[in-house]
């Protein structure tokens, strides 16, 4: 980290921290090889030091993947939630071919009431780990602590 810390957060691409002696860490915009497309949040089980391109390949490493959308034009909400859903599927099904199952979360800016209901409804049948609206302060403290404790 540099000595001024001004504006570093434009330039983090992501935290680490441990939990019960393990480490965690969370990078953002990474092309997972797996799959060869981007996810906004990876949640892995190594530290910051062991991340590397090898590890990005290893299924297992995984702790959970999320998809962030930003806008928050509600005119414009049902498309990224499709974007998002796609995402998120993608994930599911590429971790299924390694016999691995990584948590996975959506949090979104603008979120419609019909969307609201279809996240409700994967939440219940276990097809999406968490969500939250980036809009509410409770939501987002919630999923905070949620990536913090796994």
């Known amino acids: ?15 680490s921290w441990e939990v019960a002696g393990q480490p965690r860490t969370l990078a953002y915009n990474l092309t997972v090889p797996l799959f060869r497309n981007n996810v906004d949040i990876c949640l892995f089980n190594v530290g910051p030091e062991a991340l590397n391109k090898a590890t990005h390949c290893v299924a297992s490493a995984y702790i959970a993947l999320g998809e962030l ?6 005119a414009g909400a049902d498309e990224h939630w499709k974007t998002a859903r796609t995402a998120l599927d993608r994930i599911q099904t590429a971790f299924a071919k390694h016999s691995h199952t990584p948590k996975t ?30 809009t509410e302060d409770d939501q987002i403290a919630s999923i905070t602590r949620w990536l913090c404790a796994l």
């Not at 994967?122 to 968490?130: E, F, I, P, R, S």
């Open 1 to 15: 980290m540099p000595e001024d810390e001004a504006g570093i957060e434009l330039h983090a691409r992501g935290l």
């Open 69 to 74: 959308k930003g806008g928050i034009d509600p």
């Open 105 to 134: 979360f959506f949090i979104g800016a603008a979120i419609e009431p019909k969307m609201a209901s279809e996240i409700w409804a994967m939440l219940q049948a276990g097809h999406l780990d968490n969500a939250a609206n980036l």
